[in-house]
């Protein structure tokens, strides 16, 4: 039976599109380059898998010195703890009694499993799915300017820690955020304020967890996180590039695209649209960046269609049949479109890789 996934040893050019792809050398430099600042600065690291959701990639994260893997939902906490991988951090409320089944069964086989709380009812959910023979790790989750979840003041994260602290089913591992970009003074003030308040009640809070991508080279700025949190880094992508995370030649995904249509002089029609690009902005206002014509713009996907405004750049753009790389605006969704990746060393396919963690979103 024929397959669209491509055998080791073949060109680029001859690989069926839309296709996002790996450069081996570019990912092993990303991993490589993170996980020596966290070192040299003194901070265990714990990649975030959604960007990649591959068994492989969290495999060569661990190897080069992460202490372990954040997840974002349970079921994709599974396909890790199913491969293997014994500490995960599930950062994301969890509730229902479901999911809360589901997550017991995990801790029976994760050795150190641990999930956040930021409310009265996602703790209670979770005291009353555990048991004090084998009590869950719950960390406090705190808003220090993200604005998504979390407690909004110190004194909110001590109260709930020490309701986490009195529940026999559960202990308290201590405090997490997902900040703002440039946070990083709201961070300590919050954390460190936070580390005093439960000093004063003889609570211990022995991690305290940053995150994100494109503060993770300013982790150093925290003084009182013992960890930090990242994800997008181990691709990177046009955000990142704009971030000033990372320069183009830190990009390690493209999306193969062909042109399958020249309708007008100033229109393309690529075969990517929104089943293999992702619709984020993200702030921009097209869908991503077509390596070496960055004039033109993707300025609208469909399911199956890219339209590309090629005004500023009719005369160069190839023609129909061409296969252009294109620079998606956010890595970790494009992971989620797609079966399988592939990867490539100097245009040559190396191997691919199931993406094992794909559709877990609850």
Not at 168 to 180: I, K, N
Not at 187 to 201: C, H, P, R, V
Not at 266 to 289: H, I, M, P
Request: with cysteine.
């Amino acid at each position: 039976m024929y397959s669209p996934w491509p055998e080791v040893g073949t060109p680029l050019d001859q690989v069926a599109t839309p296709m996002p792809v790996i450069d081996e050398d570019r990912l092993a430099a990303n991993i490589r380059r993170t996980q020596a600042y966290c070192d040299q600065h003194g901070k265990a690291f714990r990649p975030h898998i959604k960007t990649h959701k591959i068994v492989a990639i969290a495999g060569a994260q661990r190897a080069a010195g992460a202490v372990g893997l954040n997840c974002q939902k349970v079921s994709e906490a599974e396909a890790f703890a199913d491969a293997g991988f014994d500490d995960i951090l599930i950062t994301y409320n969890i509730l229902g009694a479901a999911k809360l089944r589901r997550l017991r069964m995990l801790h029976e086989r994760v050795a150190h499993l641990g999930v956040v709380a930021d409310s009265n009812a996602t703790v209670a959910g979770l005291a009353g799915a555990f048991d004090a023979a084998h009590p869950l790790r719950v960390l406090v989750e705190c808003d220090t300017g993200g604005g998504r979840c979390g407690v909004q003041t110190p004194e909110a994260a001590a109260v709930l820690a020490e309701t986490i602290s009195a529940a026999p089913s559960l202990r308290f591992g201590g405090l997490l955020t997902y900040p703002a970009p440039g946070g990083a003074a709201a961070i300590e003030a919050f954390l460190s304020g936070t580390m005093a308040l439960l000093a004063a009640k003889g609570i211990d809070c022995p991690v305290r967890s940053s995150g994100g991508s494109p503060d993770l080279l300013k982790a150093h700025l925290v003084p009182s996180a013992t960890e930090h949190r990242a994800g997008t880094y181990v691709y990177n992508d046009r955000s990142m590039v704009r971030a000033g995370h990372c320069t183009r030649a830190d990009l390690a995904m493209h999306v193969l695209a062909t042109v399958v249509s020249r309708p007008e002089e100033n229109r393309a029609v690529l075969d990517a649209g929104s089943k293999a690009l992702t619709s984020d902005l993200l702030g921009f206002t097209d869908y991503g960046e077509i390596d070496g014509f960055e004039a033109a713009r993707i300025v609208s996907l469909s399911e199956e269609h890219a339209v590309v405004d090629i005004s500023a750049c009719k005369e160069g753009f190839p023609p129909i049949g061409s296969v252009v790389r294109i620079v998606p605006n956010h890595t970790c969704v494009v992971s989620n479109l797609f079966d399988r990746m592939v990867f490539h060393r100097d245009g040559i396919v190396t191997r691919v890789e199931d993406v094992a963690a794909r559709g877990t979103v609850w």
